[in-house]
């Protein structure tokens, strides 16, 4: 099997979002994506960086110096240049705990290369534009929400087709669920995401979510 994997970006960080926001971590970003979303924070260094070549003896032996959870990021890791490296990631390194960030594109096929052992995160960010992507995100999100291993990240926005989406959703978790959907601010810069913040606080409450904060840009650690 090849020990060598093609990343953008290997880094000590801390998960700055979700469920696991403010865990150290290990975060290896893949360099391509199957989208072109107006308010990703990452299109420029995706853009402008190269892949270079990391050995997985050398991950793991940072993993285990810091004692870090492991961040898989991009890009996308699951369209067809990436998936293979990122199963590699989560099936060969030995961590305590992984997210996987992804907007679903080939989400169901990643969990099934993956080791159910593994203590993975699925964290499933929906891109949400037309009325297409919401039938999409309604369809996948359907068969997600049973697998406890998957959450849900959701750039808020003032939009209707964002808004019908969580309308749909909040009906249908459960009690037992409610740890599974996390809404956040867009911005790029720490005033733009406090500003707005308040309507994503009030987001929370309508359908009965959980906030998320952006650490790594209110703190610029990324």
Known sequence: MNNKIKLIECMRTWQGEGIDAGK??????????NRSCKYCDTIVKMRVSKESEYDIKDLQKELNKYRLSLIITGGEPTIPRHIDEAAILLNELDYILANVETNGFQLEK????????KNVHFIYSPKIFNEHDLKSAVELTTNLLPNNKVFIKVVYEDDSFIKDYLEWLSEQITFKQSNKVWLMSEGATRVDLIKNSSMVFDACEKYRFNFSSRDHIVFNFI
């Open 24 to 33: 150290q971590a290990l975060l290896c970003r893949f360099k391509y994506c």
């Open 110 to 117: 990643l969990i099934k290369m993956t080791d159910p052992a």
